[in-house]
Nanobody, 123 residues
């Protein structure tokens, strides 16, 4: 398994930007997918962005034009750049890693979650 630690959340005004980071350690060679999920109060956790080991990215339709997922060359840090933040983006953001990611989370017992980082957008 890998260990994941998120950072970069905070309180931001609507229209602002944030970059979330996720430090990755452990056995990364078994990981095919890295992703960012978010869970807003009273809502289900949703996958907002993912990136494969080969670098292919995918986004939820609701965030496609404002979120950018990336990782460093050493594959030890995952990023989520968020622009034009909206109050609806308020949520706890989690990074996840596994051989495959589903809409709700890692697909196998080898998957991992970070502890989450809170993003709050004020109007």
């Amino acid at each position: 398994q890998v260990q994941l630690v998120e950072s970069g959340g905070g309180l931001v005004q609507a229209g602002g930007s944030l970059r979330l980071s996720c430090a990755i350690s452990g056995n990364i060679f078994s990981i095919n997918y890295l992703g960012w999920y978010r869970q807003a109060p009273g809502k289900q956790r949703e996958l907002v962005a993912s990136i494969t080991a080969g670098g292919s990215t995918n986004y939820a339709d609701s965030v496609k034009d404002r979120f950018t997922i990336s990782r460093d060359n050493a594959k030890t840090t995952l990023y989520l750049q968020i622009t034009s933040l909206q109050p609806d983006d308020t949520a706890v953001y989690y990074c996840a890693a596994d051989r495959f990611l589903t809409a709700s989370g890692p697909a196998t017992d080898f998957g991992s979650w970070g502890q989450g980082t809170q993003v709050t957008v004020s109007s």
